[in-house]
């Protein structure tokens, strides 16, 4: 587990006797994303719930029907009839359904972590069905009436540096009314992972699916004019592969598992052979999407680079450029669902390019050039140009690298190159953990390690606290 060398950092509760002390009880942390939602309990290594975002809409064939929801990985890539993928998270990282998002966090944490036990999410995705049959939310609202599934567990929860003052009033209104949570925290995702890298003061660098995120973290505390986000994060970069393939020639096709029976091997570049599958009744057009972005996951893990540096890709030594230069380098061979397979050469090294010279990223008619000040070099300039001078430096040796999309191979080397050409004078430090988990879960084990400080127990807000004061109690306590 990282260590937590920060705890040199004190808590003050604002009034003693209303403090909600945890002793036996274990903290649940939940830390919900644009691609996956991860939920564990406090004090523990890595989350034990994992399940992605997106959830599943089984809309009925009659009028007299209810619509079903599926919630899991094994629930969302079945390809069921009239299943519709929808995610209630927005693409700035914020929750746009709050519905639904409550529904499919409970199911992270009571399908796998409490005793308040889900059905299977391919029936409801919450609660077991009555016997007998019946309305399926009347039960639920039975239910709610009754025992709340975290009536136990204090609930940590992350959240964005931009999140609205109303979203973090819904949160603890979630926690407190719909699950009977006894206590309630929120925490800034930067802040977490920074201290899940052992510091108190960072600049964190967040490559997640959705948003890139900058965010300068001082004393525990982000300096919240200094939060930049752009959208060119994994997202973009499968729309950069998408490009990639339908520009080719001939278009490279993106064929998901679930449409192949068998295939037959061939040639490098030679047509594909195989047998598709065929449905009487087919999923919507939204779930052959989600099945094609798992593909294009494995392309970019398997396949996409990062140009190292020094310098960038268009540019190079004696008038050639990187983009030349790459081209000679060996290949790195890929083989879609249904066979076909190519070698790819500067174009693993293209796709990415866009993060870092918004006029190398690949447009059509579809998708607009993005804009420099989108980049990382140029998000990571006016972050630190909006926080005071003396901190800098300080920041600077102490950038904490986290999210999924941070794991392409190259993407640390390339960023300490951009930092040093950018601050010559500073010392530059880069804290990027090599374990895929830490560098992926980072804001939740950053949670987890605050959740299970004891010194942190008397900074929960209690449910009596919210109950005296509402739920804008937690602008006040939760900074």
């Known amino acids: 587990m990282v260590e937590a060398s920060w705890c040199y950092l004190t808590f003050t509760a604002p009034n003693p006797k209303e403090s909600y002390i945890v002793d036996e009880i274990s903290a649940l942390v939940l830390d919900p994303g644009y691609s996956s939602v991860r939920a564990g309990f406090a004090g523990e290594d890595v989350p034990k719930s994992v399940i992605p975002s997106y959830y599943g809409t089984i809309e009925p064939l009659d009028s007299s029907g209810e619509t079903k929801y599926v919630f899991g990985d094994n ?49 409801n995705g919450l609660n077991d069905p009555a016997e007998g049959g019946g309305n399926v939310e009347a039960d639920i609202e039975a239910a709610g009436e009754g025992e709340k599934p975290l009536e136990d567990n204090p609930l940590l929860m992350t959240e964005t540096g931009w999140n609205s003052g109303k979203a973090r009033e819904k949160s603890i209104e979630v926690a407190m009314e719909n699950w009977g949570c006894p206590a309630f925290w929120l925490a800034r995702n930067g802040v977490c992972a920074s201290f899940a890298g052992g510091k108190a003061s960072a600049l964190v660098v967040d490559v997640g699916a959705s948003n890139i995120s900058i965010t300068p973290v001082h004393d525990g505390l982000i300096l919240k004019k200094g939060v930049m986000r752009s959208p060119l994060a994994g997202n973009f970069i499968s729309q950069q592969l998408r490009i990639l393939f339908s520009a080719s020639n001939p278009p490279i096709p993106l064929t998901p598992h679930y449409l192949i029976t068998s295939k ?104 607009p050039p993005p804009s420099q000040s989108q980049t990382i070099p140029a998000l990571i300039q006016a972050s630190l140009s909006a926080v005071d001078v003396d901190v800098r430096p300080h920041l600077l040796a102490n950038v904490v690298i986290t999210g999924g999309t941070s794991l392409l191979y190259g993407f640390t080397d390339r960023l300490n190159s951009e930092l040093t050409q950018m601050f010559p004078g500073p010392r530059v ?51």
């Open 75 to 123: 629930s969302i890539h079945t390809p069921l009839p009239n299943l519709h993928i929808h995610n209630p998270m927005s693409k700035d990282g914020t929750v746009e359904d709050w519905d639904t998002a409550t529904k499919l966090w409970e199911y992270a944490i009571t399908s796998r972590l409490t005793n308040f036990k889900a059905s299977n999410p391919a029936a």
């Open 264 to 367: 037959t091997p061939v040639d490098a570049g030679s047509p594909a052979i195989a047998t598709y599958r065929s449905f009487a009744t087919p999923p919507h057009e939204s779930f052959r999407r989600l099945e094609e972005e798992r593909v294009l996951q494995e392309f970019k893990e398997s396949v996409v680079q990062v140009w190292q540096g020094p310098g960038r890709l268009s540019s190079g030594p004696q008038g050639t450029t990187n983009e030349e230069i790459v081209k000679s380098w060996p290949g790195r061979p890929f083989e879609m669902p249904d066979g076909w397979n190519q070698v790819f050469g500067a174009e693993r090294f293209r796709v990415s390019e866009g993060m870092w010279e918004a006029k190398m990223a690949l447009t059509d008619s579809e998708t």
């Open 429 to 479: 430090r880069l804290s990027a953990p090599g374990n895929t988990a830490e560098r992926r879960f980072a804001s939740w084990i950053g949670g987890s390690i605050l959740g299970s400080l004891g010194a942190f127990h008397q900074m929960w807000v209690s449910k009596r606290e919210y109950e005296e004061h509402g739920a804008g109690i937690v602008e006040k306590r939760c900074k």
